[in-house]
């Protein structure tokens, strides 16, 4: 733990705090006082000391600033992201993401093979993408790659390219250039990337096969379940998506699984608890599989949805409190088969949430798709305008989707204090949130080398969180591109003061250029390949056991 590289002449950047959660030797993590240097030319962290130096113990050249009793923790990992460019930039785009990832401490994203026009589906589409994303990143961007029906032939060229794993989805996705994915395509991606230092993953949701169904034609309609109900009211909406839709597609993906015997399955955005004793099953009878689960699933429960607040509405939905209650004891259990806490960051315009006139959000202009090439005529508006008020609170029509990156630290210490102060026993501490969003995200995407910790060799990416600074979110504090989410108004307890990325410091609170201080993006695209476990990468040991022992 003690510095194992000497600061040589050149300048160093010394933080210094009485709390910080350091990374031990055996990855186990440590809270303690710590005394890190940064080297600015290279972006890393060159020594760290368990204790608190003195300014007098550095150079004259060293830059020292000291946090008191900040927290100081690794940058986030945020391993599930929408960044949506190119092709849908009016919903989000890589600068004001990763702007929004900054502001609350995110030091790297990786990016969703979806909704943008092309997908990572192959390796045309991903770089397009890349270089979409060149000079706009305000923090380092990995890619996933995306499985849709017949592009099998692409998936071990998109692996020698970099990108961190694959998505696919049981059930359809909700934009045409991304289908879902049959049992005979999971089976032929399986045993395409068996043996691939890679990660399979799937947005597990499936209509069980005796279900009282709309029919075939559900697959690209809004309701998977015909409603009993008003279209309006979050109860129909939740019960049109029940639990057995992701326990179903649990079971098929694990009915598959002998088919990959050296892959690393694991299944995103996890929502119902009555999937995990079926995981937990199979990861003990030796199926290397995981998930993870999602800030909004964490502290938002359907309780507190009100009818017509589509900016709640995602896939799966967000379920009782009874259901996120069971969440929370999971994260914590020494067994627990979910591994990671992300974002799922997926935001639209706000006209497409179709909220209510009183719900709607201040800053809402129509934006039309500008690669449509359509020219709205005024018939053609009054149209649209007249439809949307008819459909108005539908969460049927509504798009599914939550935006919070860069929220998710606050989000969580929020939560987890007020579940301790009701005397609650599933109540993570920091180094609890830093082992789920820094340490195991970036195991996940095979990172663990380089990102998610606080240790001699890693990138210098460092989140400053003051956990006393209560704060409600408004809409001017939103970074995103569209500021309509459902956090908007919430109360937080902790509040990041800085992100540095590599050594630079890219976003202060309260700072020039609305907190971004280092005045252009720093951010890098992520394309080194992964490699296998217990290889080296770089100098450093990959420690990829994707937390599936």
Known sequence: MSASASINADPVTVLVSTRAVLTLPDDSLLLSPATISISPATGKIVAIEPTILPKTSFPSSATYID???????????????????????????????????????????????LNAIPPTTTLAGFKEKLAASRGQCWVDVGFYGGVIPGNADELLPLVDAGVRGFKGFLIESGVEEFPAISSNDVAIAMKTLNGTPTTLMFHAEMIPPISDSVGDAVQASEPPLAPHGDLKSYKTFLESRPPSFETYAVDEILSLAHLAPN???HIVHLSATQAIPTLKAARKAGVDITAETCFHYLGLAAEGVEDGDCRYKCCPPIREQLNQDGLWDELTAPDSCIKTVVSDHSPCTPELKLLPQHLQPIEAPHMHHSDSGIDMSADLEQERKATLAAEAGDFFAAWGGISSVGLGLPILHTSARERAAAGGKSAPSIVDIVRLCCAATARQVGLSHRKGALRVGMDADVCVFDEAEEWV????????????????????????????????????LGGANAGFVGGRPVGEAITEKRVARGKRARGYTSVEDNGSR
């Open 67 to 113: 946090y008191g009793s900040k927290l100081l923790i690794p940058g986030l990992v945020d391993a599930h992201v929408h960044l949506n460019e190119p092709g849908r930039t009016e919903w989000e785009g890589f600068n004001t993401g990763t702007r929004a990832a900054a502001s609350g401490g995110v030091t790297t994203v990786i990016d969703m093979p």
């Open 263 to 265: 892959l690393h399955l």
């Open 473 to 508: 979110l408004r809409s001017a504090g939103m970074h995103w591109k569209n500021r309509c989410s459902p956090w908007e108004g919430r109360r937080f307890a902790g509040r990041v003061r800085e992100t540095w990325v590599r050594g630079r410091k890219v976003f202060e």
